[in-house]
């Protein structure tokens, strides 16, 4: 068992640094090693999730092209703009929420330079609202209806009769309030921009205009706000279907009553969304093939294909020695199981493809789906390493040099917000369980 192990981490460590679908196929190399040299049976591949997922990036990549996410971003920028000094409080809960509604934390790409020039503008250290803006970012897809980790949550629970909803009431609030907290730690990060000497040393070396930009007001097509408008809809319908079950289509099977399941209710919503959306305001389907959130989506697509599936075939493989070693520990200190998630967080870059690898094992320990509910946003371990295209974006993106890789390389600049933002978002989730169970 231990030699598969080593052959799986490694498989998940080269496919990191390969990048974009790198991880992925060398889940799939993973699965050839296992399968023909180690003798382990195939496990099923994730087909509900990965149709899941597919379905809802296609409905979020047609609303970008129809300009639904450009009139976000103007929309973002207007209210930072107006509320300047309150930058660090505002930006992490603009890109929490464009997350929210997209599913994806790679939409903060469009708002992210919108925070560095405005706190620039303002004499506010941009490390300060860009840290914790991407950290929110990927927190809210712990929380949203519609992401891939979600989607992939809800479908490993529903078997325990856990709803949609259940799984919202818990992460909703605990992301948001680890926000906070990472907000607030944020409002002291580092010196004054006016006292930072890189800064200083850009400005004297002409490489900063000081000036301040002009904000101009853009008028927003129709075909944008109403492509925004049908995906909301879209999002909201998933949220009711997914916490009533009496909203369901019901069909007689073999003389029994039977509702239409989740992954069925999401690919059809989601799809008639983006057909209604090209349709209605005669976007080219092409263009939303070019975006990247389309591009973003299908990586994550095959990163769940190659990994989960060699993940699952793994741990079915060796559930019985995994779990003897591992289950009464996990049962007395089950918040090692999140440290757990965590760990393969960093090394996965996919809080989908760390679900679909090691929720399944957190099952088979004997954890209560509602321990695993409060556990979740551990999956958000990925800033750890700062080489997450998030991470390097935001670092890109402040002209100042205040957003940075550290020295030790580890004491970055999103360090200490991820930690504090993740830490308070379980202790608030194993909270709430208890109020709820």
């Known amino acids: 068992m231990i030699i598969q192990l080593l052959f799986v981490l490694t498989c998940i460590i080269v496919g990191a640094r390969l990048g974009g679908i790198g991880l992925g196929v060398m889940g799939g190399l993973g699965m050839a090693i296992l399968t023909f040299f180690f003798n382990l049976q195939p496990t099923s591949p994730p087909i509900d999730v990965m149709l899941m997922i597919l379905s809802v990036i296609t409905a979020a990549a047609c609303m970008q092209a129809a300009g639904g996410l450009d009139y976000l971003v103007r929309l973002a920028e207007k209210l930072l703009r107006k509320h300047p000094t309150y930058i660090t409080y505002l930006s992490p809960f603009v890109t929490y929420l464009f997350t929210f509604i997209a599913g994806t934390g790679h939409v903060a790409y469009s708002v992210l330079p919108v925070i560095a020039e405005v706190a620039t503008e303002t004499k506010i250290r941009p490390e300060r609202p860009l840290g914790i803006a991407v950290i929110a970012s990927q927190q809210a897809i712990t929380a949203s209806p519609i992401s891939a980790a979600t989607v992939a949550l809800l479908a490993m629970l529903t078997p325990y009769h856990i709803s949609l909803f259940d799984i919202l009431k818990i992460t909703i609030p605990a992301t948001l309030i680890g926000v906070l907290a990472g907000a607030i730690y944020s409002l002291r990060v580092g010196k004054e921009l006016h006292e930072d000497p890189e800064y200083l040393a850009r400005v004297k070396a002409g490489l900063i205009d000081t000036s301040p930009s002009v904000f101009t007001e853009t008028k927003s097509h129709a075909k944008a706000k109403f492509s925004v408008l049908l995906f909301l809809i879209a999002t909201i319908l998933i949220v009711l279907f997914g916490s009533f079950n009496s909203l369901r289509p019901s069909f007689m099977v073999e003389g029994e009553l039977i509702s239409l399941g989740m992954p069925h209710i999401i690919e059809i919503v989601m799809l008639t969304a983006a057909a209604l959306i090209l349709l209605l305001t005669r976007t080219n389907g092409l263009e939303a093939c070019k975006g990247n959130v389309f591009s973003a989506g299908m990586q994550a697509v095959i990163a769940i294909f190659g990994i989960a599936w060699m993940g ?20 007395q200190m089950p918040f090692l199981f999140g440290l757990a998630l965590f760990i393969m967080s960093i090394l996965l870059y996919s809080q989908a493809a760390t679900v679909r690898a090691v929720m399944p094992l957190g099952i088979a320990l004997g954890l209560s789906p509602y321990m695993l509910i409060a556990l979740f946003p551990a999956v958000n371990g990925y800033f750890f390493i700062p080489n997450y295209p998030t991470v390097i974006a935001a670092i890109n993106f402040d002209r100042t040099g205040t957003t940075r890789i550290g020295k030790y390389v580890l004491n970055h600049s999103f360090m200490l ?20 169970t």
Do not use: H, K, R
């Not at 559930?319 to 996990?330: D, G, H, V």
């Not at 917000?417 to 709820?436: E, F, N, R, W």
């Open 417 to 436: 917000p991820g930690l504090i933002s993740t830490g308070v978002a379980l202790v608030i989730g194993l909270l709430l369980i208890q109020l709820y």
């Open 312 to 331: 699952d075939t793994f741990i079915n493989g060796n559930l019985q020695t995994l779990t003897a070693s591992m289950e009464q520990t996990i049962q």
